[in-house]
């Protein structure tokens, strides 16, 4: 049985819990303490934080970081709106609806320049682009935003089948479509002797984040210990990508007892062929204001937040990336 990561759930406005001063968060250690809710299981996606943490470089910049494993029901959106961490990784579609429901977060760095999240079918599929969708049946997250979209762009019309995040209909129907994530799902069904093929979501201009955000109240009390963060993050991911990644890789096959050393290059390979870690030109961590201005006007183009609820400076800042 194979299973696919669930979505990250939207939730009702969330009540601020105040995070703890300065004084108070400093420990005997002298180091400051930041806790990260990952969005899943220690992998790749992961590397950078996984990374910083092995090389030391948290510590290297004054921090006591706890990274804390997702999955299913890690539920970082509301762990961080709440205090319960001051930084979390989702994708960014996700958390622009939190903010506009009330939750108190923004976002400061991405993780990744595109959400893998991708339409996958098998590479016999009689579909090789968005209009051959037309009256297929798609297995899909119904919340997922690119659905209204894709559908409105294309002129198209398909059923859905809510995600069961497994692969076992994928594997055995040559003419099934189902979302997947981008940098897994294909490794498993490779396992099992099936090809995949993909079609890209970025590639439609519906192009989310996987995005690294923060508690508003933690930025503000505490902007040079997050820039401290984001700077060690940065370090790690480089070295991650373009030195080793062995002693991240390290840590995820002892805390995460489904990683394979295979599955793990694998899934590292896969970020890197799609550049999901930086484009062309540009630089780790990087985040766009004109980028997060499209995702809004998309999302209020669909009448999936309202109009002039809230703008771009309210959910994300590039103040905390290094140049």
Not at 1 to 10: N, P, T, V
Not at 44 to 47: A, D, I, M, R, V
Not at 69 to 74: T, V
Not at 142 to 148: C, K
């Given at each position: 049985?194979?299973?696919?990561?669930?979505?990250?759930?939207?939730f009702?406005?969330?009540?601020?819990?105040?995070?703890?001063?300065?004084?108070e968060?400093e420990?005997?250690?002298g180091?400051?303490?930041?806790?990260?809710?990952?969005?899943?299981?220690a992998e790749?996606?992961?590397?950078a934080?996984?990374?910083?943490?092995?090389?030391?470089?948290?510590?290297?910049a004054?921090?006591d970081?706890?990274?804390v494993?997702?999955?299913?029901?890690?539920?970082?959106?509301?762990?961080?709106?709440?205090?319960?961490?001051?930084?979390?990784?989702?994708?960014?579609?996700n958390?622009?609806?939190a903010?506009?429901?009330?939750?108190?977060?923004?976002?400061?760095?991405?993780?990744?320049?595109?959400?893998?999240?991708?339409?996958?079918?098998?590479?016999?599929?009689?579909?090789?682009?968005?209009?051959?969708?037309?009256?297929?049946?798609?297995?899909?997250r119904?919340?997922?935003?690119?659905?209204?979209y894709?559908?409105?762009?294309?002129?198209?019309?398909?059923?859905?089948?809510?995600?069961?995040?497994?692969l076992?209909?994928?594997?055995?129907?040559?003419?099934?479509?189902?979302?997947?994530?981008?940098?897994?799902?294909?490794?498993?069904?490779?396992e099992?002797?099936?090809?995949?093929?993909?079609?890209?979501?970025?590639?439609?201009?519906?192009?989310?984040?996987?995005?690294?955000?923060?508690?508003?109240a933690?930025?503000?009390?505490?902007?040079?210990?997050?820039?401290?963060?984001?700077?060690?993050?940065?370090?790690?991911?480089?070295?991650?990508?373009?030195?080793?990644?062995?002693?991240?890789?390290?840590?995820?096959?002892?805390?995460?007892?489904?990683?394979?050393?295979?599955?793990?290059?694998?899934?590292?390979?896969?970020?890197?062929?799609?550049?999901?870690?930086?484009?062309?030109?540009?630089?780790?961590?990087?985040?766009?204001?004109d980028?997060?201005?499209?995702?809004?006007?998309?999302?209020?183009?669909?009448?999936i937040?309202?109009?002039?609820?809230?703008?771009?400076?309210?959910?994300?800042?590039?103040?905390?990336v290094?140049?």
């Open positions: 049985m194979f299973f696919i990561r669930k979505s990250l759930l939207l009702p406005i969330l009540l601020l819990v105040a995070c703890s001063s300065k004084s968060e420990q005997s250690s180091l400051f303490p930041v806790a990260v809710q990952l969005d899943w299981v790749p996606e992961h590397g934080f996984y990374t910083a943490e092995a090389m030391g470089y948290f510590v290297e004054g921090l970081v706890t990274l494993q997702g999955g299913p029901n890690s539920f970082s959106l509301n762990k961080v709106a709440t205090g319960q961490a001051q930084l979390g990784q989702a994708d960014s579609t958390v622009l609806l903010i506009e429901g009330g939750a108190p977060l923004i976002n400061v760095a991405s993780v990744f320049q595109h959400d893998p999240s991708v339409l996958m079918m098998q590479k016999g599929n009689s579909a090789n682009d968005w209009k051959d969708l037309q009256g297929k049946t798609i297995m899909v119904p919340e997922w935003a690119f659905i209204p894709l559908k409105r762009k294309y002129d198209i019309e398909f059923d859905i089948v809510p995600q069961n995040f497994e076992g209909r994928l594997i055995s129907d040559k003419e099934f479509v189902q979302q997947g994530f981008y940098i897994a799902e294909p490794f498993f069904a490779m099992q002797g099936v090809d995949l093929k993909f079609l890209y979501a970025w590639d439609t201009g519906f192009d989310a984040y996987t995005t690294l955000f923060a508690n508003k933690f930025v503000n009390r505490n902007p040079e210990e997050l820039k401290a963060f984001i700077a060690a993050l940065k370090k790690g991911y480089q070295y991650y990508i373009e030195v080793d990644p062995e002693p991240a890789h390290a840590i995820m096959l002892e805390i995460n007892a489904k990683a394979t050393p295979e599955y793990l290059k694998f899934s590292r390979d896969m970020i890197i062929d799609a550049e999901l870690h930086k484009k062309p030109g540009g630089d780790y961590l990087d985040i766009s204001r980028r997060y201005q499209t995702q809004l006007d998309q999302l209020r183009s669909l009448e937040i309202p109009a002039d609820t809230i703008n771009v400076d309210q959910v994300m800042s590039d103040a905390y290094p140049n």
